[in-house]
Structure formats: structure tokens, C-alpha cells
């Protein structure tokens, strides 16, 4: 189970977040550009710490302000997919994904997650070669071979044609169970929510309330 429970001010906009999600299946956070969703899973990744709350995923807690722990990102193994990708543009993609150093070219999970994404024919090259979808294809294998115990995708297909975004859909929907990881989705976009969202929360102006994944509030 994941619990989020924070409050944080930025400038005159108030985030009051509180929302518990099953670590099962993919969790979306759906609103409006501005809503606070970014803000939101940035605190769950440690990259903007809350004024105050409590952050737990799966009974480690990542933060909570009465007892001052807040750890740092990098022990909080999580898998955050951006949408600009971040590649390393001066490693070539096999390098990109075996970067964590959490597994090898010689495990099984990397020929599967290879396979899954269909970027074998891709491991020889340099990002700046790949295609917008290639490239975040990329980046959610370099974030599975991590080995984390939650997946951030922040608008992940944002930046992609309507082809590549249906074909990167059919890759996340297998996620959750294939690698046991619960998965956070951020998105504005109602074909995502009714394609890939197993949960759903609505993020209004800094503010959460569950939400159901035909309510008509998608649009």
C-alpha cells in the first residue's frame, strides 16, 4: 500500500494531497496542466520535499515531517520516467539501460525487458539516433532495470504521435503484473485513463479525490 498524506506551498499555489493507492495494477493522477499531479510525484521521488505529511510506500516511510526522516531519492528506489526521457546522450542505449548497475547484459530481466520494449535492434545506438517513442522506450527499460519497487510516469507520451503513443500503451499495460511494480501515472489525457488506469485520482487545483474510470469528469 502506498500512503501520501502532504501539504507544500509553492508561491501562492497549495498542495493538500492525500490519497492511499494499492500497489497493484497503474494509479492515475488525472487533471488539468497546473493541477499540482508533477508536484505530487515529485515529493513520492524525494525531489521536492513537503512542509509537512507523511509519504509510505509499502510500510517504508519516505518522509514524515513529526519524526524529520525524509529520504533521499536515491534510496527510495523508484523508477521515474520524464517526459524529455533524460538519456545519457553520450552512452549508447545498451549503457543507458545497465546504468543503475542493479543488473547485466547477461540476466534474464534484461533480455526480457529488451524484448518486452522491442529495442534489441536499438542497443548498439546513441540516443540523439532514436525516435521520440524509441527513446522513452528506452527510458522505461533503463527505469525496470533498476529493480524499483514503484514506477513514476510523468506524461510519458505527452510528445508522441497518436501511433506511438498507442503502441507505448500497449507496452505500460503489461508492466504491473509482468514485473510485480505498482505504477503512478500522471496524464491530462482521458484515452490513457480508459486504456491503462486500474485506479484513478483527480488532482484539482493541488487538491485529490478518488475518482471512477468512467466518470464523466473525463473528457
Known amino acids: 500500500m502506498i500512503m501520501i498524506d502532504v501539504q507544500k506551498k509553492l508561491g501562492t499555489h497549495n498542495i493538500e494531497a492525500a490519497m492511499t493507492i494499492r500497489s497493484t495494477g497503474i494509479t492515475a493522477l488525472y487533471g ?33 515531517s513529526e519524526l524529520k526522516i525524509n529520504l533521499p531519492p536515491e534510496q527510495r528506489r523508484i523508477g521515474y520516467i520524464f517526459q524529455d526521457k533524460r538519456l545519457f546522450h553520450f552512452l549508447s542505449v545498451k549503457k543507458n539501460l545497465l546504468f543503475s548497475g542493479r543488473t547485466d547484459e547477461k540476466s ?7 524484448t518486452l520494449l522491442d529495442i534489441d535492434s536499438l ?31 510523468d506524461e510519458p507520451m505527452s510528445f508522441l504521435d497518436h501511433q506511438c503513443r498507442q503502441a507505448l500503451m500497449a507496452y505500460l499495460k503489461q508492466i504491473p503484473q509482468r514485473f510485480s511494480v505498482p505504477v503512478i501515472l500522471v496524464t491530462h489525457a482521458a484515452d490513457e485513463i480508459k486504456q491503462l488506469a486500474d485506479h484513478l485520482f483527480f488532482i484539482e487545483n493541488g487538491q485529490t479525490r478518488i475518482g471512477t474510470i468512467r466518470s464523466a469528469d473525463i473528457c
Open 32 to 64: 488539468h496542466s497546473g493541477a499540482g499531479k508533477t508536484s505530487i510525484i515529485n515529493m513520492i521521488a524525494g525531489l521536492l520535499a513537503p512542509d509537512r505529511g507523511k509519504i509510505i510506500v509499502n510500510d517504508r516511510v519516505f518522509f514524515e
Open 123 to 153: 542497443l548498439s545506438r546513441k540516443p540523439a539516433s532514436l525516435s521520440g517513442g524509441e527513446a522513452q522506450r528506452v527510458a522505461i527499460g533503463r527505469a525496470l532495470l533498476s529493480l524499483p519497487d514503484l514506477l513514476l510516469l
Open 108 to 114: 534474464a530481466l534484461f533480455e526480457e525487458i529488451v
